[in-house]
């Protein structure tokens, strides 16, 4: 036999039992409980009002812990790379534990923060809208999504097929994206021109991608092909680093570790590599909102030798580096509290003031090569920013998706939105 059919990757997935399809069944179906459960909870809540922070953030503390165990056993069963299943990790992590760090520990900056009557308000309003949009995406996803275990019980042989496909494919892959490394340097901070930008943004999608087949391929792979794509990870975290982006590092890193979890499925696994993923961002989040902060730090100016003299400020604590602006709240969590912006949002609307941030989503689908001076939609979170917080951005506000369709089109658009996502999700999963 050639070497590919005796591969390990080759082999795992040969081996796959069948008995996945019943383990995605159940997984689904404790995800699909959790967020009914959370729903109910918080329906109550709003209709009862009640007057204890701990009774009301015990419905998104549940809520956290129960998406982390569905989200374990949906990988278990071989859904690393389900959107449904990132989706119920990331719902756990800002709809869940998002909501209690920030009702724990109020931002100062928060015009919401101001007494314990509106912060109490504003929870039992947040967690209602949250609630209300996990459950309609986890209904509406569920009968696609739940196609996949009768696709993944019938089929054997088209993941064999597919792991043969992507060994004979991974050098050109390997090839694409140190270009694209390479690319990131020589343009660095970014390219200037916007459809440049447009063009490598989408040649960049390449490297997370490498990394991935890095994990999922690692035992089948010779020492040089390890070497390089090692090499591919080192200068894209480090590119991150330089860019002080959390997004560009963490996504290297989870491309390569949802990788392993093709072929390795045991909880012990997935929880140490979630516990590791979870240290990285412990470590470089303060880095990275302290380069930031640093007086020479410029997003669109700064050489690579800047970046590298910021970094060393960082790490020796000097003096340019400002302060965070966010007493009070731990600075690795300041990334998942949501719950003051979105209950800001939802006073917007109500008061009158609706946004329109969605208004010309159409605009995401044409690419800048055919319309070279379409809007840059990203311009939505730098106001949103300065509105907000009352100065001049210096950073990106996320709404989060569920506060910003009721910022835009009131509850009707939360369930439109959340539909959308449910039909969206559901199609990725399948």
């Known amino acids: 036999m050639s070497t590919e059919q005796n591969s390990p990757v080759v082999s795992s997935f040969a081996s796959v039992p069948v008995a996945q399809a019943v383990e995605w069944t159940t997984a689904y179906s404790i995800a699909l409980a959790n967020a009914s459960n959370f729903f109910i909870i918080a329906l109550g809540m709003f209709l009862?009002?009640?007057?204890?922070?701990?009774?009301?953030?015990?419905?998104?503390?549940?809520?956290s812990l129960g998406a982390l165990l569905s989200f374990l056993l949906m990988v278990r069963s071989g859904g690393a790379c389900a959107?449904?299943?990132?989706?119920?990790?990331?719902?756990?992590?800002?709809?869940?534990?998002?909501?209690?760090?920030?009702?724990?520990?109020?931002?100062?900056?928060?015009?919401?923060?101001?007494?314990?009557?509106?912060?109490?308000?504003?929870?039992?309003?947040?967690?209602?809208?949250?609630?209300?949009?996990?459950?309609?995406?986890?209904?509406?996803?569920?009968?696609?999504?739940?196609?996949?275990?009768?696709?993944?019980?019938?089929?054997?042989?088209?993941?064999?097929?597919?792991?043969?496909?992507?060994?004979?494919?991974f050098p050109l892959v390997v090839a694409v994206s140190a270009i694209g490394v390479g690319l990131k340097f020589v343009l660095f901070p970014l390219a200037e021109n916007l459809v440049l930008r447009s063009v490598v943004s989408a040649l960049y999608l390449s490297i997370p991608f490498c990394l991935f087949l890095l994990g999922m391929l690692w035992r089948?792979?010779?020492?040089?092909?390890?070497?390089?794509?090692?090499?591919?990870f080192f200068f894209e975290v480090l590119n991150g680093l330089l860019n002080f982006s959390k997004f560009q590092i963490i996504s290297a890193l989870l491309a390569l570790v949802i990788g392993t979890w093709v072929t390795r499925h045991t909880l012990r696994f997935l929880a140490a590599t979630l516990v590791m993923?979870?240290?990285?961002?412990?470590?470089?989040?303060?880095?990275?909102?302290?380069?930031?902060?640093?007086?020479?730090?410029?997003?669109?100016?700064?050489?690579?030798?800047?970046?590298?003299?910021?970094?060393?400020?960082?790490?020796?604590g000097s003096s340019k580096v400002a302060g965070s602006g966010n007493a009070g709240l731990p600075t690795?969590?300041?990334?998942?509290?949501?719950?003051?912006?979105?209950?800001?949002?939802?006073?917007?609307?109500?008061?009158?003031?609706?946004?329109?941030?969605?208004?010309?989503?159409?605009?995401a689908m044409i690419p800048r090569v055919l319309w070279p001076d379409k809007p840059i939609i990203t311009r939505f979170g730098p106001e949103l920013y300065a509105q907000y917080y009352k100065h001049p951005p210096s950073s990106a506000l996320a709404p989060t998706y569920s506060a910003e369709a009721y910022w835009t089109y009131g509850p009707i658009g939360v369930v439109l939105v959340s539909i959308l996502l449910g039909l969206e999700f559901g199609w990725l999963t399948y």
């Open 277 to 316: 993923a979870a240290a990285v961002f412990t470590v470089i989040n303060p880095v990275v909102n302290s380069g930031r902060a640093h007086i020479d730090y410029n997003p669109t100016t700064n050489s690579v030798a800047t970046r590298l003299a910021i970094l060393a400020d960082v790490g020796l």
């Open 220 to 232: 089948s792979l010779g020492w040089h092909l390890r070497l390089i794509v090692g090499s591919i």
């Open 83 to 169: 959107a449904i299943a990132w989706f119920v990790l990331g719902s756990g992590i800002f709809f869940g534990m998002g909501v209690v760090v920030g009702g724990m520990h109020p931002n100062p900056e928060s015009a919401h923060a101001i007494s314990e009557s509106i912060l109490l308000r504003d929870l039992i309003r947040v967690n209602l809208l949250n609630a209300s949009s996990v459950f309609i995406v986890l209904s509406v996803a569920y009968p696609m999504a739940s196609m996949r275990a009768g696709k993944a019980a019938s089929q054997s042989t088209p993941p064999e097929a597919a792991a043969r496909i992507m060994l004979k494919l």
């Open 332 to 363: 690795t969590l300041t990334r998942f509290s949501v719950p003051f912006i979105q209950g800001y949002l939802i006073d917007e609307y109500e008061n009158g003031r609706a946004g329109n941030s969605l208004d010309d989503f159409w605009v």
């Open 48 to 63: 009862l009002t009640p007057s204890s922070l701990a009774v009301i953030l015990s419905a998104p503390a549940l809520f």
